[in-house]
């Protein structure tokens, strides 16, 4: 497996949760998880989401890099009774792997058997978002990685694909109809932002505001999580992609 230089790691996590901002029409999504696929060397990815609409009947909405076969084969068999990244994964909060899993109902080892079969990879991620609106969504990952390996990738692929989740069911809803609601920050937020956004260090906005290093790295911490950003640089343009840094007082 391909260890990358952890810069480069950000600026290609950068440029997908940008691509997943600038997305103009589901038909896109496909190419976007292909290019998940690539950059990660996974398996295969899936994104399942329900309520994403007001529409009454509405079925749940799939995207999924997983081969027509196998789509049609987990169909038939109603693998989603017994698939325990679906049954847990949509009710749980934090990222589940899915060797955690009971695998002593014989169902559930068949169900994971055959995906192996089908070429979905020995091991997977699944990752819940839960939207302000009733609205869930699951992301699953999957990979053929070693032992060895996935000790080191699954801590990576934690970290990157909270965010990716994230911002790919925010894409989705928008692009669904749904109204997605504008983070709020705190004055204090929105100024410590605006000094990096001018290119200040965090040691010189806390001189400029009266504050410690620590109290402005604080500020910030909260502001990247609120908006759900990777870095500042991508909190301030996030920021001011919904006209937050104008709202100072």
């Given at each position: 497996m391909r260890r990358r230089d952890r810069h480069d790691d950000d600026l290609e996590l950068f440029e997908l949760l940008a691509n997943l901002e600038e997305l103009a029409e589901t038909a896109r999504i496909p190419a976007?998880?292909?290019r998940l696929l690539e950059i990660y060397g996974l398996k295969s990815v899936a994104y399942l989401g329900s309520g994403l609409t007001a529409q009454p009947g509405q079925g749940p909405y799939l995207?999924?890099?997983y081969s027509d076969d196998w789509v049609d084969?987990?169909?038939a068999q109603r693998f989603v009774d017994v698939d325990p990244a679906v049954q847990i994964g949509m009710r749980r909060?934090?990222?589940?792997d899915w060797d955690t899993f009971d695998r002593r109902d014989k169902n559930v080892r068949r169900l994971f058997g055959e995906a192996a079969e089908f070429g979905l990879g020995r091991r997977g991620i699944s990752l819940p978002v839960h939207g302000q609106h009733g609205d869930r969504a699951l992301v699953s990952i999957t990979?053929?990685?070693s032992d060895r390996d996935w000790r080191h990738v699954r801590l990576h692929y934690m970290r990157d694909f909270q965010l990716l989740?994230?911002?790919m069911h925010q894409a989705i809803l928008r692009l669904e109809g749904q109204r997605i609601d504008t983070a709020?920050?705190?004055p204090r937020e929105r100024e410590c932002l605006l000094w990096v956004a001018e290119g200040k260090t965090a040691w010189e906005t806390a001189v400029i505001l009266g504050l410690s290093?620590?109290?402005v790295r604080c500020y910030l911490e909260s502001a990247r999580h609120k908006l759900g950003a990777a870095n500042n640089t991508h909190a301030v343009n996030k920021a001011g992609k919904a006209s937050l840094l104008s709202q100072l007082p």
């Amino acid at each position: 497996m391909r260890r990358r230089d952890r810069h480069d790691d950000d600026l290609e996590l950068f440029e997908l949760l940008a691509n997943l901002e600038e997305l103009a029409e589901t038909a896109r999504i496909p190419a976007l998880l292909c290019r998940l696929l690539e950059i990660y060397g996974l398996k295969s990815v899936a994104y399942l989401g329900s309520g994403l609409t007001a529409q009454p009947g509405q079925g749940p909405y799939l995207a999924v890099t997983y081969s027509d076969d196998w789509v049609d084969h987990y169909k038939a068999q109603r693998f989603v009774d017994v698939d325990p990244a679906v049954q847990i994964g949509m009710r749980r909060m934090l990222p589940i792997d899915w060797d955690t899993f009971d695998r002593r109902d014989k169902n559930v080892r068949r169900l994971f058997g055959e995906a192996a079969e089908f070429g979905l990879g020995r091991r997977g991620i699944s990752l819940p978002v839960h939207g302000q609106h009733g609205d869930r969504a699951l992301v699953s990952i999957t990979s053929d990685a070693s032992d060895r390996d996935w000790r080191h990738v699954r801590l990576h692929y934690m970290r990157d694909f909270q965010l990716l989740a994230l911002h790919m069911h925010q894409a989705i809803l928008r692009l669904e109809g749904q109204r997605i609601d504008t983070a709020s920050l705190s004055p204090r937020e929105r100024e410590c932002l605006l000094w990096v956004a001018e290119g200040k260090t965090a040691w010189e906005t806390a001189v400029i505001l009266g504050l410690s290093e620590h109290t402005v790295r604080c500020y910030l911490e909260s502001a990247r999580h609120k908006l759900g950003a990777a870095n500042n640089t991508h909190a301030v343009n996030k920021a001011g992609k919904a006209s937050l840094l104008s709202q100072l007082p």
